[in-house]
């Protein structure tokens, strides 16, 4: 299959996985950023963004 990716996508984790750094980074338009590491520009860029549920409480925590 084709995987066709034509919008800026970022996908966020609470810690960057050897696995998940190697699976991303020849994707074109994809950006990967643990939740320590994201700032508004990253998200308002973004198209897509996906978050695991644990970046998603680590963002939180540092917001409050």
Do not use: G, H, P, Y
Not at 34 to 49: H, Y
């Amino acid at each position: 299959a084709n995987l066709k990716v034509d919008r800026n996508i970022l996908i966020v984790v609470e810690e960057l996985d050897e696995n998940v750094v190697l699976a991303t980074r020849n994707l074109n338009n994809v950006l990967l950023l643990s939740a320590d590491e994201i700032n508004t520009m990253d998200i308002v860029s973004a198209k897509v963004l996906i978050a695991t549920e644990s970046a998603v409480k680590s963002i939180e925590e540092a917001l409050v």
